[in-house]
């Protein structure tokens, strides 16, 4: 019996499915100024498959009765590895040219979470924002204190080669070319492709989890909203969200935690609560950006306010989108 308890954890498989419970799952490959005239044909194919890839290893999860945890590793861990996403190998580089991650996780259930920040060897950071959370007494550790818990517990180093890629290299680059001239720090530009999924398993239980290089040219010790429980992470029984954008905003505002809140609280519609902090909170303050969002009915939200946001869908209805434009099938819910 216990045998088979610690069987089914290792497999990330839930309990004896609820009558009816839908699944679903959201995840976001970033949000920003990320317009068709930027991304050649094969780059943007190339970009929709690695959403879809990442969307279905963690649906294929969910379907087979496994964990919202398990889902959410599963899809943040392939987008990590893939060179398109500001997350691990893709990384954007820092005002000093090098790579600092950040991510966190955190479960429905009983709100546990887990947040590293600042790492610079660890091959796929939610991994060890996923260790904080169950082999730690801790919520959040940070820079070379996370990295020898990362020892401790064998989670996988790499040499901080492995993160960079030519094209993050061109636009930190281009970054410091730009700096001293007037309209150098426009932020704007400073971010894409922070990475994200939120999860409903058979056990109507929820789950949350963001992996971020955070903005290009970063100062030394930045830490954006990525890591922040509340702020780019948040799941509670009813709601689950991840966010990606202007880091100091989400913080200032606890974006994650304030569109969950409304839904607790205030009671309103998980698309209502995301469209109304992303749409109006964050841009009101100056901010700009995107979530993903989900109930416990499976119902998504997908709001961004920027040109472009890498996200994917499979709702609780079983209807899938993959999409980057503004203009594509409305950014409010997955499309049929
Ligand atoms: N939110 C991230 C940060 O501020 C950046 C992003 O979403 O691309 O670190």
Redesign the pocket.
């Known amino acids: 019996m216990i045998r088979t308890a610690l069987l089914s954890l290792a497999l990330g498989l839930a309990g004896p499915a609820l009558a009816d419970t839908p699944v679903a799952i959201a995840i976001h490959g970033?949000?920003?100024t990320i317009e068709r005239s930027k991304l050649d044909e094969a780059t943007e194919a190339a970009i929709r498959a690695e959403l879809a890839a990442a969307l279905d290893a963690g649906h294929a999860i969910l379907d087979e009765g496994g964990t919202a945890q398990a889902a959410v590793i599963a899809a943040v861990t392939r987008l990590e590895d893939s060179p398109y996403f500001?997350a691990g190998k893709g990384a954007v580089f820092t005002a000093d040219g090098r790579n600092e991650l950040?991510a966190s996780i955190m479960l429905g259930k009983g709100q546990r979470a887990g947040a590293v920040a600042g790492l610079t060897r660890v091959k796929n950071p939610i991994l060890l924002a996923e260790a904080v959370m169950q082999r730690s007494p801790h919520v959040m550790m940070i820079g070379a204190g996370a990295e020898a818990f990362a020892k401790e517990v064998g989670i996988a180093f790499v040499d901080p080669s492995h993160f960079r890629t030519e094209g993050r290299w061109q636009q930190y680059l281009d970054w410091k070319a730009r700096q001293g001239q007037p309209r150098a720090q426009a932020p704007k530009d400073r971010?894409?492709?922070?990475v994200g999924a939120v999860a409903l398993d058979r056990q109507g239980e929820l789950a949350a989890a963001t992996s971020?290089g955070?903005?290009t040219g970063k100062r030394y010790g930045r830490v954006?909203?990525?890591p922040i429980i509340g702020a780019?992470t948040w799941a509670d029984e009813g709601c689950a969200v991840s966010?990606?954008?202007?880091?100091e905003f989400?913080i200032r505002l606890a974006v994650a935690h304030d569109i969950c809140a409304r839904v607790r609280y205030g009671k309103a519609g998980v698309e209502a609560a995301a469209e109304e902090v992303v749409m109006r909170r964050v841009p009101e303050l100056g901010g700009d950006?995107g979530v993903i969002a989900l109930d416990a009915k499976g119902q998504v939200s997908l709001p961004f306010n920027t040109r472009g946001m890498y996200r994917g869908a499979i709702d609780g209805k079983g209807r899938r989108t993959i999409a980057i434009y503004d203009d594509e099938g409305g950014a409010d819910a997955a499309q049929p």
């Open positions: 970033g949000a920003g500001n950040d971010y894409f492709g922070t971020t955070g903005m954006g909203d990525a780019g966010a990606t954008g202007w880091g989400f950006g």
